[in-house]
């Protein structure tokens, strides 16, 4: 948890320009380590996970994607944290196995400088997690069409948290043009540089915190992606969205927020003792 306060401190420094408006978003594995909690770990990782989640908020970061991760404490224990329009988590292919009806909220509108954002999740279906009694994971085959045809008409700029791999990204993005960008928390771990897919780009940032991913975007409009300064044209003469990244590493000598440090701490606390009380 000990990137969480510099994570604060640098965000609340980068979204205070107004001239650069922001959306902060998690794409996923937010809560726990792994897929699967052992007994004995059990009680410790969701002291940890409520943690994690009440210094997210702080950070301004108020929507987040399902992760297999995210589910291993269970539904019912990640639903206390589903609290719109305070915090949101997404994911538009975990289900109730009866009757097929979200568990979670499939679509969030965001607006931003004017740009009608549409924010969408995945879950990884094929995660030893993501399948319960009380849940289920469907293909991304099977639930995606049906919700990009419903947003793509009304939204400027579509944004997928995905917690699928790359191989699966990259194949999302070939089959629909409508996304416009894929922030991965797939299995993998590692910063990665964004790549272009049809008209899609597709992004990570390393998990467990320790860097904080920055994409800035200049939009002109679905279409075309180049990295580069703004106002960049295509060979063809068309305009492009443009776009730069960069990974700032949560190095020990950035400054500590002092209310998400505050949780850490209190957190650190509750650990102590819990491991003192076994």
Same mark, same amino acid.
């Given at each position: 948890?000990?990137?969480?306060?510099?994570?604060?401190?640098?965000?609340?420094?980068?979204?205070?320009?107004?001239?650069?408006?922001?959306?902060?978003?998690?794409?996923?594995?937010?809560?726990?380590?792994?897929?699967?909690?052992?007994?004995?770990?059990?009680?410790? *990782?969701?002291? *940890?996970?409520? /943690?994690?989640?009440?210094?997210?908020?702080?950070?301004?970061?108020?929507?987040?994607?399902? /992760?297999? #991760?995210?589910?291993?404490?269970?539904?019912?224990?990640?639903?206390?944290? !589903?609290?719109?329009?305070?915090?949101?988590?997404?994911?538009?292919?975990?289900?109730?196995?009866?009757?097929? %009806?979200?568990?979670?909220?499939?679509?969030?509108? %965001?607006?931003?400088?004017?740009?009608?954002?549409?924010?969408?999740?995945?879950?990884? !279906?094929?995660?030893?997690?993501?399948?319960?009694?009380?849940?289920? *994971?469907?293909?991304? %085959?099977?639930?995606?069409?049906?919700?990009?045809?419903?947003?793509?008409?009304? *939204?400027?700029?579509?944004?997928?948290?995905?917690?699928?791999?790359?191989?699966?990204?990259?194949?999302?993005?070939?089959?629909?043009?409508?996304?416009?960008?894929?922030?991965?928390?797939?299995?993998?771990?590692?910063? =990665?540089?964004?790549?272009?897919?049809?008209?899609?780009?597709?992004?990570?940032?390393?998990? =467990?915190?320790?860097?904080?991913?920055?994409?800035?975007?200049?939009?002109?409009? !679905?279409? =075309?992606?180049?990295?580069?300064?703004?106002?960049?044209?295509?060979?063809?003469?068309?305009?492009?969205?443009?776009?730069?990244? #960069?990974?700032?590493?949560?190095?020990?000598?950035?400054?500590?927020?002092?209310?998400?440090?505050?949780?850490? %701490?209190?957190?650190? =606390?509750?650990?102590?003792?819990?491991?003192?009380?076994?």
């Amino acid at each position: 948890m000990g990137g969480l306060s510099k994570k604060a401190f640098i965000t609340k420094t980068l979204t205070n320009d107004s001239h650069y408006p922001a959306l902060i978003v998690n794409s996923g594995n937010l809560l726990f380590k792994t897929d699967i909690l052992q007994p004995e770990e059990a009680e410790t *990782a969701r002291i *940890a996970a409520d /943690g994690v989640y009440q210094a997210t908020r702080k950070t301004g970061a108020l929507i987040a994607g399902v /992760g297999s #991760r995210d589910l291993a404490a269970g539904t019912a224990f990640l639903s206390q944290f !589903h609290q719109p329009p305070h915090f949101t988590w997404l994911s538009l292919n975990l289900v109730h196995p009866s009757n097929r %009806q979200p568990l979670f909220t499939p679509i969030h509108w %965001q607006q931003v400088n004017g740009i009608n954002i549409a924010v969408l999740a995945l879950t990884d !279906h094929t995660a030893p997690s993501a399948q319960g009694n009380d849940f289920l *994971a469907l293909p991304w %085959q099977q639930s995606l069409p049906e919700v990009l045809a419903q947003v793509e008409q009304q *939204a400027d700029f579509v944004l997928l948290l995905s917690n699928y791999s790359l191989i699966d990204n990259q194949e999302i993005a070939r089959h629909h043009r409508a996304i416009d960008l894929i922030l991965q928390s797939g299995h993998a771990i590692g910063n =990665r540089t964004p790549l272009v897919v049809n008209n899609t780009l597709i992004a990570q940032t390393e998990t =467990r915190g320790k860097y904080l991913g920055v994409l800035n975007v200049d939009w002109n409009g !679905h279409g =075309r992606w180049r990295e580069g300064q703004p106002g960049a044209a295509t060979p063809d003469d068309k305009p492009a969205s443009t776009y730069s990244n #960069r990974f700032i590493a949560l190095k020990p000598s950035i400054t500590n927020d002092p209310e998400v440090e505050a949780i850490v %701490q209190q957190t650190k =606390r509750r650990l102590d003792s819990h491991q003192a009380g076994r």
